[in-house]
T-cell receptor
Framework: DAGVTQSPTHLIKTRGQHVTLRCSPI?????VSWYQQVLGQGPQFIFQ???????GRGNFPDRFSARQFPNYSSELNVNALLLGDSALYLC????????????????FGSGTQLSVL | QQQVKQSPQSLIVQKGGISIINCAYE??????FPWYQQFPGKGPALLIA?????SEKKEGRFTISFNKSAKQFSLHIMDSQPGDSATYFC????????????FGQGTTLQVKP
């Protein structure tokens, strides 16, 4: 079975541009989360979506937005790129049905490496 | 109160030795504690996870020890192998929302042959 797939794998943009990153969750998974991982640090939570609704947002500016589609795939959009947005952007999925006490393992894709010049 | 602090930042262990990585959390609402392994150019992969109703969980060579009163948990890698060389992250969340993980800063492990 395919894992979490992300595209593109690498991307180079210049300051001020806009970028769209895409994610396909594991088949059957309804919940998608986005994380930003700056080199040498742990991933930081950006967004979580479940059944196409935003279910959580981390401490990121409004330049960051996301959405989830009826097939549970997701897009992360970043506007007005800054040099500091250079990072590995990770998408993760889980089934979303476990709830309290459930086995809600979170599976990550390999990420999109974004470089802002 | 949302932080998870991880130590050491880097670790060098001889093949066959025991690797120990420690984490501490502040938010008492956290009740799900996974460990992830990450190789260069790859996303984090779930190794093992624990909930606070048990003090220890073992899967193969990997063991999590959990101390609820101290708000600390640790990963032990027994019989460490060169293939274990990677970056390890602890994380925490509430069990009702494991999609929102708070990660530690990471530990780079090098296992020497």
């Amino acid at each position: 079975d395919a894992g979490v797939t992300q595209s593109p794998t690498h991307l180079i943009k210049t300051r001020g541009q806009h970028v769209t990153l895409r994610c396909s969750p594991i088949s059957g998974h309804k919940s998608v989360s986005w994380y930003q991982q700056v080199l040498g640090q742990g991933p930081q939570f950006i967004f979580q979506y479940y059944e196409k609704e935003e279910r959580g947002r981390g401490n990121f500016p409004d330049r960051f937005s996301a959405r989830q589609f009826p097939n549970y795939s997701s897009e992360l959009n970043v506007n007005a790129l800054l040099l500091g947005d250079s990072a590995l952007y990770l998408c993760a999925s889980r089934s979303g049905t476990g709830g309290v006490g459930g086995n809600e393992k979170l599976f990550f894709g390999s990420g999109t490496q974004l470089s802002v010049l | 109160q949302q932080q998870v602090k991880q130590s050491p930042q880097s670790l060098i262990v001889q093949k066959g030795g025991i690797s120990i990585i420690n984490c501490a959390y502040e938010n008492t609402a956290f009740d799900y504690f996974p460990w992830y392994q990450q190789f260069p150019g790859k996303g984090p992969a779930l190794l093992i996870a624990i909930r606070p109703d048990v003090s220890e969980k073992k899967e193969g060579r990997f063991t999590i020890s959990f101390n609820k009163s101290a708000k600390q948990f640790s990963l032990h890698i027994m019989d460490s192998q060169p293939g274990d060389s990677a970056t390890y992250f602890c994380a925490a969340s509430t069990s009702s929302n494991t999609g929102k993980l708070i990660f530690g800063q990471g530990t780079t492990l090098q296992v020497k042959p």
